[in-house]
DNA sequence: GGAACCTGTATGATCGATAATACAGGTTGG
DNA sequence: CCAACCTGTATTATCGATCATACAGGTTCC
């Protein structure tokens, strides 16, 4: 009967792998159990472990040497961005990194029911569709899909959206905006997004929705975002309020930011190894926040 | 040369549908093209497509009629558990929803570097190390493994941490706790997750790392958190701050909360179709907050 | 009823992933 | 230097995923 589709037994391998160095498990520099011994305790062939390995040397996450070893690679040189809740980059430009935006789609029709729902628009209204790439230092980490209805999306011209941030943009029409909602969330990357992304189709990725509204209530940009979770997360910083039977943690507002022991700091610009794919860009402009 | 692993063609068509459904390209009630259609849009056989159909099918985003079609199951019904920031999902319970936990295991023992250097621990001092999945419903959504130091560890049992909330053991022990760290990103599920969480191994998992401090800057817990997707997700108000300059999202402290227009609320317990592994519960406890 | 679509099911051929095995060459430590 | 490990590479065999094709049976609509 079903013969259930079980994933690559090397992928299988690869992830089992992968979280116990993630986790902290095998620390940096460790060196892995032999590939025939990693064979037998997974009841695999040397082939499949190897294919294993080859996977996580490729993602960098362990260093092979002939005649030596497998050892984990220091994984402090590939810590992903962080972003604070507001999803805002602000002190990463300040260390000089720079954002570009890459404008991939763009153009006018029926919003999907969903989106129209979201936004609280009447049937038969249109909107804007757009669909961004994010790169810092040249390296892609979002994939942005944005609806606005058309009202507003008329007001600025598609150059305009790919030099200029878009709420800056919706503001400027003379809307104001002061509410929003977001959703964070996983999903797996499909196949547009991995290209853009330069991912495997299959990798996970971090979703924040985000719906932005007017004041009277009606929603002005609907934004769905996909981010590489190697190279950005969200980070916040929590303390406990509340009365005695009701404590909790709530976001610690406003900077000073209270944890920064020069831990997640030096972020190198990743090492870029394997030149294929120089990412041509289509359209790529220098963009802030 | 190399082959890539290209991960399997019916994976790959399932993950371009799941997206189009999720994103609200494909509303819920359409009928998807025929899969002859299907087969000859993606290039490949009739029986892969087949396969990737088998797969929404089975995670409930798509209904098949003989004869008829295929057709997009109405979404609304599985929309996942939202959490605020806090991570708290007192308005669930609130609901008359009930969590259980589950202890899968226990020990103490020496902490990778990783864990030992975020709860800032010297060299030689041991953890307490848990593993637990979080219930809803009777239904897995969360997979936390906890190290807490061994002086604060040894302070319950457990069979208490089996009852009980693990913060409130915590500061029951007379530590206090006022400040923490988090951060939130995307995996894929490994081995024991997927099987904790009732998932094949490679689904994308939510995850959240979470370091408690103590008022003197030590870490009294370090807490790494799996989940589900689709059952769970972290969802925030936003308001517009700072001056004109400077303007940005700051989460909406403080209930009463925004935007409950009675969306995402009547979130079915889920129809638990396919009885199959009935999750005998090695050890389950009702445990709130 | 009947044409035209659909899903459900079965078949044998093909191709890639995996297995089992063998060997070459680097590295390490006695 | 040499024994004992390691990674890198190749070969052949097997098994599962995929393909191409065909047919059965349900649904829809004229």
């Not at 940096?28 to 082939?47: C, F, I, Q």
């Not at 809740?85 to 029926?110: A, E």
């Not at 929003?180 to 990725?205: K, M, R, V, Y």
Request: glycine share 8%; aromatic share 4%.
């Amino acid at each position: 009967m079903r013969s259930a589709v079980e994933p690559l037994k090397a992928r299988r391998i690869y992830l089992l792998l992968r979280d116990r160095i993630i986790a902290g498990d095998l620390p940096p520099g460790t060196r892995l159990p032999g590939e025939p011994a990693l064979a037998a305790e997974h009841a695999v062939s040397r082939v499949t472990v190897r294919r294993a390995l080859d996977l996580l040397d490729k993602e960098g996450l362990v260093q092979r040497k002939a005649g030596s070893g497998t050892f984990v690679h220091d994984t402090r040189s590939v810590r992903p961005i962080v972003a604070d809740l507001s999803n805002v980059l602000s002190h990463l430009i300040d260390m000089g990194r720079s954002t570009d935006v890459k404008l991939l789609s763009f153009g006018y029709g029926l919003p999907s029911e969903g989106i129209a729902e979201s936004l609280g628009m009447k049937p038969g209204e249109r909107v804007q569709r757009s669909v961004r790439v994010r790169l810092i230092d040249g390296v892609p980490f979002s994939y942005l899909t944005t609806h606005v209805p058309e009202w507003i999306g008329l007001t600025y011209s598609e150059a305009e959206l790919a030099a200029r941030p878009l709420l800056e943009l919706i503001e400027r029409s003379g809307v104001t905006t002061e509410r929003a909602t977001q959703a964070i969330n996983a999903t797996l990357a499909g196949p547009e997004a991995a290209a853009a992304l330069d991912l495997e189709i299959g990798s996970p990725l971090l979703t924040l929705t985000r719906v932005v509204y007017e004041p009277a209530g009606r929603g002005v940009e609907h934004l769905h975002a996909l981010y590489r979770p190697d190279r950005y997360s969200f980070h916040m910083d929590l303390v406990r309020t509340g009365n005695d039977g009701e404590r909790r943690w709530s976001p610690a507002l406003g900077w000073p930011r209270a944890s920064d022991k020069g831990k997640a700091d030096k972020t190198k610009p990743e090492k870029n190894k394997q030149g294929d794919k120089p990412t041509r860009a289509k359209r790529t402009t220098k963009q802030r926040s």
